[in-house]
């Protein structure tokens, strides 16, 4: 049975940082086309950054450079780092599979971790 | 990037009856990537179809999705109490990707 489970989150100041897992069962993270997708509060679903199986990277442009999605597949999890966090980073992060090796509909989905960035 | 147009908003309608979910976008969706899922309080979201008009596995085939180009379609033909939730569009398969998803239409019990 596929399962994603997230951790890391919680309440961080303006400027912080902050990493956040993805522990993977049921298929290799390395398999698939692995995202990012966060929720702010009351709001929609935003793509965040994914990694192609073949390990290319990608980000959103309010992200780009603070951000870096990587994975471990000795762990078989994937994780995001976060930098220079600022208030409007505050969302729910969902980590998600995707059904081919790149860009595909998202077939599973974590629970979520939240993450609150307010001094 | 593909700005998605969910509408409406809010649907509101009774067990039973047949709901109409739109989602527009901003230029044609690459080889019918287009994706719906539904989303309840609290948890994360669920994928019901994919490919325009593909059901995931175990979902009820009272979910259905059409369209084409910019136009997409999810109905779910007679409401049970459990469907009331956010439905979400998201397309899908650019490269570099560029996903993105509509803003969600919440459909609620009458």
Known sequence: EVQLVE?????????????????????TVISNYM?????APGKGLEWVSAIYSGGSTYYTDSV????????????NTLYLQMNSLRAEDTAVYYCARGRGVMSSHLDYWGQGALVTVSS | EIVLTQSPGTLSLSPGERATL????SQSVSSNYLAWYQQKPGQAPRLLIYG???????VPDRFSGSGSGTDFTLTISRLEPEDFAVYYCHQYGDSPPRDTFGQGTKLEIK
């Open chain 1, 7 to 27: 951790s890391g989150g919680g309440l961080i100041q303006p400027g912080g940082s902050l990493r956040l897992s993805c522990a993977a069962s049921g298929f």
């Open chain 1, 35 to 39: 995202t990012w997708i966060r929720q």
């Open chain 1, 64 to 75: 780009r450079g603070r951000f870096t999605i990587s994975r471990d597949h000795s762990k």
């Open chain 2, 22 to 25: 739109s989602c527009r976008a």
């Open chain 2, 52 to 58: 325009v008009s593909s059901r995931a596995t175990g």
